[in-house]
């Protein structure tokens, strides 16, 4: 089983997430907000769960997804916002998420159907296999039947 594969997918949402929250304002995005504080090794570098951590947000970054100026030594990405990409794909609407929800208005039904809602109910409920799925229609270019929000 590939455990780092889940933890790529907890910490690119849970950081997505963070620069959703507060879009399109910048922000420190510090590794420790999303996994908590890990003691550095003997030697004082950063634990090798910090260090994933950290490579998602960069991953996240080079494919596009977020922009930030600088890292904070290995603490964090300083001044981060989401791309044009990454608020677009956060935003949409996920298929099916709201199945018999007519009864609600339509601003609700919007922000509650929509890819970040959805990751954030799924890392909340910690649902490990539904925040995968939904973290990989982040990376998706195009839902088969989406809504669009945008």
Known sequence: MD???????????????LLYQVFPRKMALYVEDLIGREEPDEFGLPSKR??????????LAEEGYLRFESTIAYDALDQ????????????RGVPHALA????????VRRVQA???HQLREALTQQHGERLARLTRLVFA???AGANDTV
């Open 114 to 116: 929509s890819l970040a």
């Open 50 to 59: 910090h260090q994933s951590c950290l490579g998602a947000l960069l991953w």
């Open 3 to 17: 455990l780092q594969i889940d933890d790529f997918y907890k910490d690119a949402a849970g950081g997505l997430l």
């Open 141 to 143: 270019g195009a839902l």
């Open 80 to 91: 981060a916002v989401l791309s044009e990409k990454g608020f677009l794909r956060l935003s």
């Open 100 to 107: 018999g929800s007519e009864v609600l208005p339509p601003s």
